[in-house]
């Protein structure tokens, strides 16, 4: 009898194993992103409380919160007190992307449940989004001051995301 070839199914389940126990610790709202360390994406839209022309150049010159969300959100309902609380405390700018949402049903959400952010960005058509490279809402990212894109958070953000996730990053 050939040890080799019987030996061989136990190296592979084996392998399968080591595969499947490391998926298990994997967080999944860490999603790598190949934009992380690249400048935030060129864009030109509209600011959905005052409709003023807002690019990319504008929010140059400090750090913040890129939050995407939409009123059809229900993981964006989740986070928005956290997001609340980041604001209140004067922690970080946090600056919006309504994302593939309607005008009206965006800000009558905001005015039920209160506005966290300095300044929201109008995505309608989804096509900002598409080249930030989100899968859908709720996303989050961190952007310095020079407009690089240094952290993404996939989902709803959770109590002590700032002090956990976002404050290290700042003081590096």
């Known amino acids: 009898m050939n040890y080799k070839i019987s030996a061989l199914p136990i190296f592979i389940f084996i392998g399968i194993l080591y595969f499947l126990y490391n998926g298990l610790y994997e967080d999944p709202t860490v999603i790598p992103s190949p934009l992380i360390g690249k400048t935030l994406p060129v864009f030109e839209s509209t600011s959905l409380i005052s409709n003023k022309l807002l690019t990319n150049k504008d929010f140059l010159g400090k750090s913040y919160l890129l939050n995407i969300w939409a009123s059809w959100c ?99």
């Open 74 to 172: 229900y993981g964006c309902s989740l986070e928005h007190d956290n997001l609340l609380d980041i604001y209140n405390n004067d922690k970080i700018l946090i600056y919006g992307l309504n994302y593939k949402d309607d005008k009206k049903s965006a800000l009558d959400w905001l005015k039920r449940k209160g506005n966290p952010y300095s300044d929201i960005i109008v995505d309608t058509s989804g096509d900002i989004g598409i080249n930030l490279g989100v899968y859908g809402a709720p996303e989050t990212f961190l952007i310095n001051s020079d407009g690089l894109i240094l952290f993404k958070h996939v989902g709803p953000i959770s109590t002590g995301f700032y002090e956990k996730e976002i404050l290290p990053l700042l003081l590096k």
